[in-house]
């Protein structure tokens, strides 16, 4: 069974930054593509970014223009840079991967899943 896993959370205050990785092995085929999702307490999850594995990428209205999703193929990492962040960022943030990017890239779901990694940002 593949594992996703995450790091690079942690607490920040307002307007600070945060890069998460999450390494995932097995998804550098043409028709795969990877997310992040995150879940703040008491909330639906939501997709926040998404990429194929030909770099197109989407990203959740709240979070253009602040946050960045890449990837480095040959590494099997997924990167989420997060800039200007703000107190309604705090959530737990999960890597996602698919053999169908069609599944990722509308930011709706994925069927393999990392634990999550927690970002806690302060006013």
């Known amino acids: 069974q593949v594992q996703l896993v995450e790091s690079g959370g942690g607490s920040v205050q307002a307007g600070g930054s945060l890069r998460l990785s999450c390494t995932a092995p097995g998804f550098t085929s043409n028709s795969c593509g990877m997310g992040w999702f995150r879940q703040a307490p008491g909330k639906e999850r939501e997709g926040v970014a998404a990429?194929?594995?030909?770099?197109?990428?989407s990203y959740a209205d709240s979070v253009k223009g602040r946050f960045t999703i890449s990837q480095d193929n040959a590494k099997n990492t997924l990167y989420l840079q997060m800039n200007s962040l703000k107190p309604e960022d705090t959530a737990m943030y999960y890597c996602a991967a698919d053999h169908d990017a069609r599944r990722t890239r509308q930011l709706r779901s994925a069927r393999t899943w990392g634990q999550g990694t927690k970002v806690t940002v302060s006013s």
């Open positions: 990429i194929d594995s030909d770099g197109s990428t």
